[in-house]
């Protein structure tokens, strides 16, 4: 099992900004593993994902933020840093479609997503079944128009129970509330079953069949107050003919959904995704 820090770096871009991180870090035994970065000249930013072993580094975790104020400071920094051995606690919403759901917990299980699913959350008992295979907690909780600030009161209490640190929507067919949103920013990841900005909303495999495009694909991205206009994380495409009915295309577009929001996910908790002006940069 690997011990490494992950360093996610955004500052106004200038010179000799590499160059200080890696002396710093030089300077203080680590070995880096990985190193990437990023320049808008547009926007003037600077984007960095470092990462190293923690096996010689002689700066403790717990001091490491007075060590690299300097540098922070002098560079006008926002910065993250994040420890391989602490697990992203993950909760999933699911409702009746399982595709997705089945793909991320056969992911887990396999070791490809390093992180914890402690619970799973659905608004149908489709997949309770599926949870208690896993050994993960399932709650149905239901939901109508009448009972859902009551509902989300109830999603939120089990998160803190769970401890839980990244929310996804595993085709979770309820449109989350602002004050849901506000609470969980930049930790909720949803699947939207189109290549957006094209379909949003509901029914978009029904809406491209009948506009006759030639192309469908889904979209992971980061829930905003605004449907489906959240930071994209990954998207994938695949080409239909005039021979498809409504159906292939939803048959296509699941097999896009699951590639997709698994891409999406791992990103995402392997600290590899920052986020800028709506928009998301990816270090591979």
Not at 245 to 258: A, M, S, T, Y
Request: with cysteine.
């Amino acid at each position: 099992m690997k011990n490494t820090a992950t360093l996610l770096i955004t500052c106004p871009d200038t010179k000799g900004i590499v160059a200080a991180i890696a002396q710093f870090l030089y300077e203080h035994n680590a070995n880096i593993l990985h190193a990437d970065q990023h320049q808008d000249a547009e926007n003037n930013l600077f984007l960095m994902r470092v990462e190293w072993d923690l096996s010689n580094f002689n700066v403790a975790v717990s001091d490491f933020e007075q060590a690299f104020a300097p540098i922070a400071q002098r560079f006008e920094m926002t910065w993250q840093l994040k420890l391989s051995e602490q697990k992203i606690r993950m909760a999933i919403m699911v409702s009746q479609y399982d595709h997705c759901l089945v793909d991320l917990l056969h992911r887990h299980h396999s070791g490809e997503l390093a992180c914890e699913i402690p619970l799973i959350i659905s608004n149908h008992r489709d997949t309770e079944k599926l949870a208690a295979f896993y050994g993960i907690d399932f709650h149905y909780l239901p939901m109508s128009k009448d009972t859902k600030a009551a509902v989300e009161a109830q999603q939120f209490a089990l998160f803190d129970q769970y401890g839980v640190d990244l929310i996804v929507l595993a085709r979770y067919m309820q449109i989350l509330s602002p004050d849901f949103v506000a609470r969980y920013p930049q930790k909720i990841i949803n699947i939207h079953h189109s290549f957006l900005p094209a379909f949003i909303g509901a029914r978009p495999y029904h809406r491209a069949f009948e506009r006759g495009v030639k192309l469908i694909g889904a979209t992971s991205h980061y829930v905003t107050e605004v449907l489906d206009e959240g930071p994209i994380i990954e998207q994938d495409l695949a080409r239909i003919s005039h021979r498809d009915q409504v159906e292939d295309l939803i048959q296509k577009g699941r097999d896009l959904e699951r590639i997709v929001l698994s891409k999406a996910v791992r990103w995402h908790i392997e600290h590899r995704i920052l986020l800028y002006a709506n928009k998301t940069v990816i270090f591979d």
